[in-house]
């Protein structure tokens, strides 16, 4: 029996059930209810192999928030362009955002279709700032930038934080993902930041890695990990912020709960980098 959460009745005839998704899987980890079997059955089975996946979801969601602190509060951005969404959650992008400067601005973009039903929650924003949200592919950055609703609600002549959590590693394939990067960001001006993470397997021992080389191959994830290299190439002609490249749960964490995670129970790089 597949646990329904707000608004899934009307899916099934939309959804493909039987297929898991990334966003749905996401929320599964975090504990929530938007999934259905599918996504549960995927989540458990990564699980096996990776047993802290549920530490780095949590890990890399509180690297948006604080990321998203740090450019709204210390770096003036005021238009935030969050790619790979996923379904919302406490403090999102927005909610953290016009928390600190209630002017700012946010397009999220997904292409999960139930993210789309869920939109309005993300649509909320403070009277100041504006949101909007676009069904679209990170593969088709020309389509996000010519987007008429994303033109509409960001203005590209003044700094845009670009933020790529946890999308990156579902576009497979070495430097597969640098040219989608480098175009989005030249159509951003100085002064923007590119805030992004991806899954890595250089913090993990052998044989999980050995592990998820053999999931990958057949297919039982869709998450691709990058190594510190390719990761970095995101980063070429920006100024990494500090502490620089590593695991997200130890940027800028000072101040979260102890004891924190090693890198190895999260396995996801991350960094923040300013266009100059």
Same mark, same amino acid.
């Not at 789309?116 to 009277?127: E, K, Y």
């Given at each position: ?116 039903v869920h939109a309005r929650a993300l649509l909320t924003s403070s ?16 389509? $996000?930038? !010519?987007?008429? @609703?994303? #033109? ?13 959590? *946890? +999308? ?34 250089d913090f993990s021992p052998p044989h999980i890695a050995a592990a ?32 620089? $490249?590593? !695991?997200?749960? @130890?940027? #800028? ?13 999260? *396995? +996801? ?8």
């Amino acid at each position: 029996m597949v646990e329904q959460g707000p608004g899934q009745d009307a899916l099934h005839g939309a959804l493909d059930t039987s297929v898991p998704q990334p966003a749905r899987r996401y929320n599964y980890w975090l504990g929530g209810k938007d999934n259905f079997a599918v996504d549960r059955a995927s989540g458990d089975e990564i699980a096996k192999v990776f047993p802290t996946v549920r530490t780095m979801a949590v890990e890399n969601r509180r690297f948006l928030q604080r990321a998203t602190g740090f450019l709204a509060r210390e770096a003036g951005i005021r238009q935030f362009l969050d790619i790979g969404t996923g379904l919302p959650t406490a403090d999102n992008t927005h909610e953290v955002a016009q928390a600190i400067a209630p002017e700012s601005r946010v397009v999220y973009v997904d292409n999960d279709p139930m993210v789309m039903v869920h939109a309005r929650a993300l649509l909320t924003s403070s009277a100041q700032g504006r949101t909007a949200y676009l069904e679209a592919d990170l593969r088709e950055p020309d389509k $996000i930038l !010519a987007h008429p @609703e994303l #033109r509409d609600t960001l203005d590209l002549s003044q700094p845009v934080g670009l933020m790529l959590i *946890a +999308v990156m590693h579902f576009i497979h394939g070495h430097g597969a993902v640098a040219p989608i990067v480098r175009q989005l960001l030249d159509a951003l001006p100085s002064g923007s930041y590119l805030v992004a993470s991806n899954a890595t397997k250089d913090f993990s021992p052998p044989h999980i890695a050995a592990a998820y080389d053999a999931m990958i191959a057949s297919g039982r994830t869709d998450a691709w990990p990058r190594d510190r290299a390719e990761f970095a190439e995101l980063f070429d002609g920006l100024d990494l912020i500090e502490p620089g $490249i590593g !695991a997200v749960s @130890e940027w #800028r964490a000072e101040a979260e709960p102890e004891p924190r995670p090693t890198p190895a129970d999260v *396995a +996801v790089y991350g960094a923040v980098g300013r266009k100059p």
